[in-house]
């Protein structure tokens, strides 16, 4: 009998599924193209050989170190979580548009070297991620660890000249947190904050911390604070000591977010600045599909407060007069957060595209270069007829 299954059962056609990666820096997602969710959802980071610690993927202080690390890591996604032979299936690699050049060649290098995977395609996560609903048009937000980013894609193409990225994320959310605990230790310094690891405040972050609205934040301003919220017990350390954190901290620290810096930039004014800065019959499809994706993006009131802040700003005299926009309207995707993008690519990864426009190990080894939209090489006119891309 002919086998026509795939081995995840998922489908009816001879070639199996292709494995679909999304490398954040500090979440990585991993799973089969087709599929409604990612197998597994793993910190991005691996025991080094050497010291035995655990190091974070890429911070790697060289070329080499940095090739060690991702052998080491793509290998336990592969045989620990995948369970499948890397050498007889195609790879989709679901990357953001500013991904360093230097991350994406490394990625391929050790995919086709030492893996010897078959073909691999690099696909834009706010591109993608759109396919989860079906559009073409839509402003994405992406909120991840490090940095927040947003592209306005309208029919499908990313509107480059538009993006706006800022260190506003869940470094900066944990960094208030670390820093308003510092301040509690000083005035109450039995209470132990001070032995507090970057995983406790990553934890307390999650577990503890929402985002509040605008009403009440603009009262506090004024010097009118409402009631705070309640306080929580915080369980740390094998001793399970008690830590009490209190409800100032639970609601203000994703403020940061939201107070505009001596540039007046937050994640509000990046939203209204790239609709702005797109061609105006652009502007109001972009504000009716806001998407937010990243891990960021999941926490408990962060759609409604982005959405209080651009009501309010696009009143106020600072985009009054050069956006006439006063209604926002943002999509619910079949997914969470953390993991819409990677949704997005195993759609793609499901589809003729991936055999279509992927990159062929014998391609790679011919050039060993990986086309890049960068690049003015792989953007001449009738440069994708010289390449299997």
């Not at 503890?208 to 306080?231: N, Y």
């Amino acid at each position: 009998m002919i086998k026509t299954f795939y081995e995840g059962g998922m489908g009816l056609t001879s070639e199996k599924q292709s494995v679909v990666f999304d490398f954040g820096v500090r979440f990585t997602k991993a799973g089969f193209a087709g599929e409604a969710a990612p197998r597994c959802i793993v910190r991005t980071e691996v025991r080094c050989s050497r010291s035995g610690q655990m190091r974070k993927v890429f911070d790697a202080l060289n070329s080499d170190e940095q090739y060690d690390l991702l052998v080491d890591f793509i290998h336990n996604l592969y045989f620990r979580h995948l369970l499948v032979s890397p050498k007889d299936r195609r790879v989709v690699v679901v990357e953001s548009v500013l991904c360093p050049t230097a991350i994406r060649e490394m990625l391929a290098k050790v995919l086709f070297m030492h893996f010897e995977v078959s073909s691999l395609l690099f696909v834009p996560s706010h591109v993608v991620a759109l396919s989860t609903l079906g559009v073409n048009t839509a402003l994405v937000v992406d909120m991840g660890a490090v940095e927040t980013v947003v592209i306005p894609v309208h029919e499908g193409v990313a509107v480059l000249h538009a993006w706006q990225a800022q260190p506003l994320a869940a470094n900066a959310v944990e960094s208030q947190i670390k820093e308003m605990l510092s301040e509690r230790e000083k005035s109450k310094p039995s209470e132990g904050f001070a032995n507090l690891t970057e995983a406790n405040i990553e934890d307390i972050k999650v577990r503890a911390c929402f985002v509040t609205t605008l009403q009440r934040t603009l009262k506090a301003e004024e010097g009118k604070p409402c009631p705070s919220p309640p306080s929580v017990k915080y369980l740390v350390g094998p001793d399970s000591h008690i830590l009490n954190i209190s409800g100032d901290i639970r609601e203000n620290s994703f403020n940061v977010l939201f107070q505009q810096d001596a540039d007046q930039i937050s994640v509000s004014t990046m939203i209204l600045d790239a609709i702005i800065k797109c061609p105006i019959d652009m502007r109001k499809p972009l504000a009716e599909n806001i998407l937010l994706i990243g891990g960021t993006s999941m926490a408990i009131g962060m759609g409604a407060r982005i959405k209080e802040e651009l009501e309010f700003l696009s009143a106020s005299p600072q985009y009054s007069e050069r956006l006439k926009i006063r209604s926002f309207q943002f999509h619910s995707p079949p997914a969470k957060g953390n993991y819409t993008a990677w949704l997005g690519g195993a759609i793609y990864g499901a589809t003729d595209f991936v055999t279509i426009k992927s990159l062929s190990k014998e391609a790679y080894l011919r050039e060993r270069k990986v086309p890049d939209w960068v690049s003015l090489i792989h953007n001449t006119y009738n440069a994708g007829t010289k390449r299997s891309v």
